[in-house]
């Protein structure tokens, strides 16, 4: 995260909701994880992102329903982010 609120901060505040797998001890692929991001957030699947430099756990993401993506560079992340109509 902090990569990403130094390199691209305008990404970073399209995002309603950050959490690491550290934070509430439980490790990614396992679906807690994306669905405690989604009552944290207050979200239903189809309308959440979620994105790692890991394809499994953006895979895993996907597999629950929300928009999962694998992370190879902010450029692309940002093209990613547009595909779902999402303006960056």
Known sequence: EERLRAEMPHLISIFDVRIGSGDIGVAKPDPAIFRHALEAAGAEPEASVFTDDVSAYAAAAREIGMHGFH?????????????????V
């Open 71 to 87: 992370f190879t560079g902010y450029e692309q992340f940002a093209t990613d982010l547009r595909s779902i109509g999402l303006d």
